[in-house]
């Protein structure tokens, strides 16, 4: 089975070409905008010809939230125009189309985690491009898995984790917000689900959408204050509140996933999230050494 990847060189791209090697049944193409232009449709369908993938993991994503509210064309470009094209393009060269969302299309005001049929309402441009994806997949993949995941972090690429290690080591004191819930999420571990989740969604009919996180709960500072015990620094973490650190997008102050659909329909065992934590700065400590 021919897989082509696109945005590779990210995070979760990262994580899957080295997991790769784990799956000979496999066929990888792995690809970024070197290689595949996702933002051009004639290139897309050309590439999709020439190579004939049964499969797309679409890792491709504009990310900088803030940085997204002023930067709108691109982040329209990445997160909507190009999953439209590759959408177009498996349906019509009947491949599955994965692409992977985020709990930023949420408004945050529940209590409860959300399920995948709850009223999304996105409060930033990032979370408003990103369900305008999902949208694209459901419209024009022929059939689909839409993930939408959350605080995803890894090895690779600038993330949470590392910077808090980066700013852990220069500094005494770190002030980190402590009432934005949710749950951090290891890029290897939504990797692996992804790669072993393949077979049986080859064969279901439509476009279908879950949700996957690491399991349990946390706050920004929980996270942080886990990261820099883990590290082994000694940096004072203090709890502040989200109107103490204004920033240019609004993030859901509660965006915890319900994972229960993915877990049934694929038989899997999701990983609590801070022994994600812990493998993840393990494999940074390995990296230095």
């Known amino acids: 089975m021919r897989i082509l990847i696109t945005g590779s060189n990210g995070q979760l791209g990262n994580e899957i070409r080295l997991l790769a090697e784990n799956y000979p049944e496999f066929e990888f193409i ?3 905008i070197d290689e ?3 933002s051009n449709p004639l290139k897309v369908n050309a590439y999709f010809e020439e190579n004939l993938p049964k499969v797309v993991i679409n890792c491709a994503a504009y990310t900088a939230v803030d940085k997204a509210e002023s930067d709108e ?4 470009l990445i997160n909507s125009a190009a999953v439209e094209n590759l959408s177009k393009s498996a349906a019509t060269f009947d491949a599955l189309m994965i692409h992977i969302s985020t709990d930023y ?12 049929t709850d009223q999304t309402n996105p409060q930033s441009v990032y979370g408003m491009s990103k369900l305008a994806g999902e ?3 459901f419209k024009f993949a022929g059939k689909g898995i839409i993930l939408r995941t959350s605080w995803l972090y890894s090895a690779f690429g600038n993330n949470f984790v590392k910077t808090m290690i980066k700013y852990g080591s220069e500094r005494e004191e770190l002030n980190v917000v402590c009432d934005q819930i949710g749950t951090p999420t290891y890029a290897r571990d ?3 689900v992804i790669l072993e989740i393949i077979p049986t969604a080859s064969q279901q009919e439509g476009v279908n959408l879950y949700h996957y996180s690491n399991e349990g709960v946390a706050s920004w500072y929980d996270f942080a204050r886990t990261i820099i015990s883990f590290s082994e620094i000694t ?3 203090k709890p502040i509140q989200t109107k103490d650190y204004p920033v240019h997008a609004v993030r859901p102050c509660f965006s915890v996933l319900n994972k229960s659909k993915i877990k049934e329909t694929f038989n899997i065992r999701i990983p609590y999230w801070r022994d994600s934590v812990k493998e993840c700065i393990l494999r940074l400590k390995q990296q230095k050494n």
């Open 30 to 32: 792995f690809t970024d």
């Open 36 to 38: 595949l232009d996702i």
């Open 73 to 76: 064309q691109i982040a329209w």
């Open 105 to 116: 299309v949420f408004d945050g005001k529940a209590w409860v985690p959300y399920v995948e």
């Open 135 to 137: 949208e694209s997949v």
């Open 190 to 192: 939504l990797a692996i």
């Open 235 to 237: 940096c004072d973490v």
